[in-house]
Nanobody
Framework: QVQLVESGGGSVQAGGSLILSCAAS????????MAWFRQVPGKEREGVAA???????????FYADSVKGRFTISQDNANNTLSLQMNSLKPEDTGMYYC???????????????????WGQGTQVTVSS
């Protein structure tokens, strides 16, 4: 059974930084895609960043335009942990952040679609101005 557990959310002032972590269990190696989404009340869930494996040692990362240059997604395979380093945070980054995973690769044209099979419970990020 796949389980995803997020941690690291909190409140920070604009310009600050946070690191989100997602502990994954129940996933086998090979082709997969893991991503971070965020959602605010009344809006659709938005893809923030994703990292995809094609069954080789090389992974590919994708980012929403709104976070490019500020956020970095990374993966620690030894500890089955997905991370999101968030720098230069803005009030519009506020939202509930979810970790998501699926056992297929994702590409530039589909990583941001919320068609993932597994989701965490979410962690709140609040950025004040």
């Amino acid at each position: 059974q796949v389980q995803l557990v997020e941690s690291g959310g909190g409140s920070v002032q604009a310009g600050g930084s946070l690191i989100l972590s997602c502990a994954a269990s129940g996933y086998s190696s090979g082709r997969y895609c893991m991503a971070w989404f965020r959602q605010v009340p009344g809006k659709e869930r938005e893809g923030v960043a994703a990292i995809s494996s094609f069954g080789t040692s090389r992974n590919y990362a994708f980012y929403a335009d709104s976070v490019k240059g500020r956020f970095t997604i990374s993966q620690d395979n030894a500890n089955n942990t997905l991370s999101l380093q968030m720098n230069s945070l803005k009030p519009e980054d506020t939202g509930m952040y979810y970790c998501a995973a699926k056992s297929v690769t994702c590409y530039g044209y589909d990583w941001y679609q919320p068609s993932f099979s597994d989701w965490g419970q979410g962690t709140q990020v609040t950025v004040s101005s």
